[in-house]
């Protein structure tokens, strides 16, 4: 038992120290598919200062804190194992819940984004400039990378590369998409992009609202889904108080009706969300 605490803490103080030893271009040559997830998920929760080796250290740390708690609570391994691992799962739980409202809060406001470029441009104003001016009148959320691309531009005058860190700080489906038909536009040319626009606004509008629509619907299967996963952990929390009890799963019968039950939760819940799942729109020419 001190061996894997003294291996979980040491892992813990290795991933934090290398996020501020390691520089940033050997970090980058050396991630691999856990780092760029990470990375992924955060952008799209719109976390910034925190990098994934830092969150990963996050996780790990969270473990091994439910781990002990559970541990000495309840005196049975097999139970603190369990419970270390959803409590490392949990700041994973709550990014992931972070980054589908704010998606789902972008999905909303794009029309609007769209609508205010077009009538910057029908203005007289170039597309960088209508662009840099959603920072200042475009909607709340979506203003402060807006701002930030005005800024690159204006210090730059790139404007493929803006537009790249734009897409970027976003990290959102659909601004891609905004994104890279403003970047065909400017580099077409002509006089039709207020009709793209116009089109564009009205396409996001109708997925926005057939989306919001579905989601709705299959809001009661997921909660089900959920209470239904977390009603026998949250029994065997309450057994972890009951000394005689909970020692009945402090042998390797107990972990193994411990971890079968897990894997049963683990599956069944997948399944339930994937038999529900709405198609969700990915990220393109990243």
């Known amino acids: 038992m001190g061996l894997i605490l003294g291996l979980f803490f040491g892992v813990g103080v290795l991933l934090i120290i290398a996020t ?7 970090r980058a040559a050396t991630d691999g598919r856990l780092i760029t997830r990470s990375r992924d998920l955060l952008a799209a929760a719109g976390v910034e200062g925190v990098t994934p080796a830092a969150f990963i250290g996050a996780c790990l740390i969270t473990g091994l804190i439910g781990f002990v708690v559970m541990f000495a609570v309840s005196g049975a391994w097999p139970v603190g ?3 270390g691992l959803m409590a490392g799962f949990a700041p994973i739980a709550l990014v992931r819940s972070r980054a589908r409202k704010r998606l789902a809060e972008f999905r909303e406001l794009w029309p ?8 910057a441009v029908r203005a007289g104003l170039s597309l960088s400039e209508a662009l840099a001016q959603v920072g200042e009148r475009g909607p709340l ?5 807006f701002r930030r691309f005005g800024a690159d531009y204006s210090s730059t005058g790139r404007f493929a590369e803006s537009l790249d860190r734009l897409k970027a700080r976003l990290a959102d489906p659909v601004g891609d998409r905004v994104i890279e038909a403003l970047r065909i536009a400017r580099e077409v040319g002509g006089g039709d992009l207020g009709r793209l626009l116009r089109s564009l606004s009205a396409f996001l509008r109708d997925d926005a609202r057939t989306r919001s629509e579905l989601e709705s619907r299959q809001s009661w299967s997921v909660n089900g889904a959920r209470v ?5 952990w949250l029994v065997l929390a309450m057994l972890s108080f009951q000394g005689d009890v909970i020692q009945r799963y402090n042998s390797p019968v107990g972990a193994i009706v411990i971890g079968v039950g897990a894997v049963i939760c683990v599956f069944a819940y997948r399944l339930m969300l994937r038999i529900g799942r709405l198609p969700e729109p990915e990220r393109v020419l990243r």
């Open 112 to 119: 609007d984004v769209v609508d205010n470029i077009a009538s």
């Open 20 to 26: 501020f030893v390691a520089p940033a271009e050997a």
């Open 81 to 83: 194992f369990v419970f």
């Open 228 to 232: 239904a996963v977390a009603a026998p």
């Open 141 to 145: 959320p979506l203003r402060e990378p």
